[in-house]
């Protein structure tokens, strides 16, 4: 029987991952613009009308951001909303703890909340809940929930008004603070130009914010950056926060060794850094033989390195080990780097080591990727793709990968003012195999998904499901069937 149960992980795990190309259905849309939409280019995924399938807002740089409404069977219809220009990024929130998802907009210029009412309709509601916008270039967000209500944090790029600039010219990022009725900013300074920001449990297990800054306007002074919000202050190597310094783009966290704690992508131009987190609560670099550098194209015969954007942890063929993709695309014409630069699908092998898959699932474009996410979009349990280019077409992917494994949905929801359990801990356990996953909400590049946390359980049937909630209380279910979503309320 043993040797059966492991001949049947094998087949799942290596079955041909496969995606179907439906970029033709999706209404016309791309991320234009000069030299301030070089970056951002973020695409938000979340249900926004309670029909539980996930809708898409796909920020537009010099043209409007533009939401489509997800009609079922992987058909997406445009919608109206508030004509915003200048949206670098788009991330999905319940801001006012009504229970609907509200949404972010980053700009080049004063960023929005757009306030939902639960039926895919939104309106601007900075002076409503005394949001202060700023007037900055904006190409990162994250939000965590304290015991006062919300902070939302945002990150600035290059400072415009800044004569001597743009390099060694990186704006301050600011807090946002809840106080009872309005949010309070405030400066975190300094800012090394911070393309990707999280709040997240570190390696130590604090949940802190971490900033991945890029270095191409930094140049020398900056660094890799992880703020204690309890203590307002940056972490130095008096806190075992080792420098490192990257072209940094974007965040992605999740546990793939199987101990609890999340690792760390950060990508970049060049090498894409995988940070291993270590049971002393640092991090150490991956191996490269682990294959998660990506460092130069893999199919053409471009050899400079490559350009990381948007990376995403998720299990494509549901086996039970989470996969990884990135988006990629030169910044425009940077000669030094690849120019046909194609997107990243590494598959998680049975020995934990990551295989390059792109090219035989059908999503290697070598358009100028930075957005993307790996979400469910039409319910089969399998994760599909979305891509947003610059200056091309956005990209629709259905998974159609055959004998894929079980999987199961866990999406949580609480009183206000966190109606959607941001920190919370859900690990599912099937068979002798645990996995943990931290609801989050930021990181990426320019854009995050509001929606269940997925897992893929390999040949189980079903599985055991724990939730430690962010107040610490824990919540279990035994006997959980596979193959559905399971929506679990404090």
């Not at 005394?130 to 290059?158: M, R």
């Not at 300094?190 to 570190?202: K, N, T, W, Y």
Request: with cysteine.
């Amino acid at each position: 029987m043993r040797a059966l149960v492991l001949c049947l992980l094998a087949q799942t795990a290596t079955a041909e991952v496969v995606f179907e190309d439906l970029s033709a259905t999706l209404p016309e849309h791309s991320y234009t613009g000069g030299w301030e939409h070089f970056v951002g280019g973020g695409v938000a995924v979340f249900d926004c009308n309670g029909d539980a399938l996930p809708d898409l807002l796909a920020a537009g740089g010099e043209r409007p951001a533009a939401l489509m409404v997800n009609q079922g069977s992987m058909m997406f219809e445009a919608a109206p909303l508030p004509a915003f220009t200048g949206v670098t990024g788009a991330y999905p929130l319940d801001a006012d703890g009504d229970g609907y998802l509200d949404v972010m907009l980053l700009r080049v210029g004063e960023n929005q909340i757009l306030r939902g009412d639960g039926a895919c309709r939104f309106a601007p509601a900075n002076a409503a809940l005394g949001f202060d916008g700023g007037d900055a270039w904006s190409t990162s967000f994250s939000a965590t929930w304290t015991a006062e209500g919300p902070v939302l944090a945002i990150g600035n790029y290059v400072d415009r008004d800044d004569p001597d600039g743009p390099f060694e010219a990186c704006d301050d990022n600011t807090l946002h603070r809840w106080d009872g009725s309005r949010f309070l900013a405030e400066r975190l300074s300094p800012g090394f130009c911070a393309l990707s920001i999280l709040f997240a449990r570190d390696a130590t297990g604090q949940t802190r914010l971490r900033l991945s800054n890029d270095r191409h306007y930094y140049v020398r002074a900056g660094s890799e950056q992880m703020y204690d919000l309890t203590e307002r202050r940056f972490l130095g190597p008096e806190d075992g926060w080792e420098t490192v310094q990257l072209w940094g783009m974007g965040i992605a966290s999740r546990d793939i060794t199987g101990d609890g704690r999340s690792e760390v992508m950060l990508t970049s131009m060049g090498d894409q850094l995988l940070q291993i987190a270590e049971a002393h609560g640092r991090y150490s670099p991956a191996p490269y033989s682990l294959g998660t550098y990506a460092q130069r194209p893999h199919s053409g015969d471009d050899g400079r390195p490559s350009t990381g954007w948007h990376a995403e942890f998720g299990d494509v063929n549901n086996d039970a080990r989470p996969d990884l993709f990135i988006a990629k695309g030169n910044v425009d014409q940077m000669p030094g780097l690849a120019m046909e630069d194609p997107n990243t699908l590494l598959i998680q092998q049975l020995d934990g080591s990551f295989a390059e898959r792109s090219v035989a699932a059908g999503v290697a474009t070598v358009d100028r990727s930075r957005g993307a996410a790996l979400a469910d979009l039409d319910g089969d349990g399998r994760l599909d793709l979305v891509v947003v280019n610059r200056r091309a077409a956005m990209e629709l992917y259905r998974n159609v990968t055959p004998a894929t494994g079980h999987w199961l949905a866990v999406e949580l929801r609480m009183e206000g003012p966190n109606t959607r359990a941001i920190g919370a801990l859900v690990e599912v356990t099937a068979g002798d195999l645990s996995q943990v996953q931290e609801i989050t909400l930021g990181g990426g590049h320019a854009g995050d998904q509001a929606g269940p946390l997925h897992f893929g359980l390999g040949e189980a049937g079903v599985a055991q499901l724990r939730v430690t909630w962010p107040d610490g209380t824990v919540t279990t279910r035994s006997d959980v069937a596979a193959d559905q979503r399971l929506i679990l309320r404090r």
